[in-house]
């Protein structure tokens, strides 16, 4: 008997234990804070704390969606970041798309400033390198962004708003200044560079321009004029602020519609990289 014994025991070590997967084991997998969850995917062998992109889906996306963009994956991990993607909010009881408490003049079931804040601190004890973190955002994601830079800008370490800017009443001041690499469409008809009214004139999309003046007088630019304006190949149209003792603003424009332009990713991060090199 105590020979079966034996065996038995000996036959259950050498099957692979099969346990159940963590929050975070896989891209895929949920990781709960104490005011929703967010995704995040590591770059392979990653050994110590990492960089990473937290990216804020647009209006009625999800973290699940953007963690099937394989081609962000990739581009980001063959740099060494990671990339972190929050759930939004959802939009209405019943309805799956997903939304941003955008400081719009509504009230939201739940404050992102503060969801963000426990994302990207749950993030630091999944390897992320808290003090190398760029938050990006599209559309209604960039919303976000912008509120963050504005009213909480020590969050992130910097941040690169896609199509989409500060919604109306605009804030009046900012808590300090910012990093901030602001894209955007020339043809943009969502949310056009000088905003528009929404939901039957109850929501207004504020003013690009408008909210880069905001953020200079926060950074304390010297001029409103840019330091410097470039055209790339491709039609990238760059102004840069730089003589601001309170952060660093890059403005890119691109010919087309609502939408993330090509080369965006990389550009985004060259300049990123440089904010981190300068100090």
């Given at each position: 008997?105590?020979?079966?014994?034996?065996?038995?025991?000996?036959?259950?070590a050498l099957i692979p234990s099969i346990a159940p997967a963590g929050p975070c084991a896989t891209p895929a997998s949920e990781c709960p804070t104490a005011h929703g969850f967010y995704r995040v995917a590591l770059p392979e062998g990653a050994e110590g704390p990492v960089p990473a992109v937290i990216y804020l889906h647009g209006w009625g996306s999800s973290s699940a969606v953007l963690m099937k963009n394989k081609p962000?994956?990739?581009?980001?991990?063959?740099?060494?970041?990671a990339l972190i993607a929050p759930e939004g909010i959802r939009t209405s009881p019943g309805r799956n798309e997903k939304n941003w408490a955008v400081r719009d003049g509504r009230d939201y079931e739940r404050d992102d400033l503060a969801f963000l804040a426990e994302?990207?601190?749950?993030?630091?004890?999944?390897?992320?390198?808290?003090?190398?973190?760029?938050?990006?955002?599209?559309?209604?994601?960039?919303?976000?962004?912008?509120d963050v830079a504005c009213h909480a800008p020590d969050m992130a370490r910097a941040y690169a708003p896609v199509a989409g800017a500060f919604w109306e009443p605009l804030p009046e001041r900012c808590q300090g200044g910012a990093d901030l690499f602001h894209t955007h469409g020339w043809a943009d008809r969502v949310i056009p560079l000088e905003g528009r009214s929404v939901a039957g004139g109850t929501l207004t999309q504020g003013d690009t321009f408008a909210s880069l003046?905001?953020?200079?007088?926060?950074?304390?630019?010297?001029?409103?004029?840019?330091d410097a304006s470039r055209i790339e190949p491709g039609g990238h149209w760059r102004r840069t602020w730089s003589s601001c003792s309170?952060?660093?603003?890059?403005?890119?424009?691109?010919?087309?519609?609502?939408?993330?332009?090509?080369?965006w990713l990389e550009r985004a991060l060259d300049w990123f990289e440089a904010r981190l090199a300068e100090g």
């Open positions: 008997m105590r020979i079966r014994i034996a065996l038995l025991c000996l036959c259950l962000m994956l990739a581009a980001l991990a063959a740099r060494g970041y994302v990207l601190d749950d993030a630091a004890a999944h390897g992320i390198d808290r003090d190398r973190v760029l938050m990006a955002g599209f559309s209604r994601g960039a919303s976000m962004v912008w003046k905001i953020l200079r007088a926060a950074n304390g630019c010297e001029t409103e004029q840019p309170g952060g660093r603003i890059e403005l890119m424009l691109h010919p087309g519609p609502h939408g993330t332009p090509n080369g």
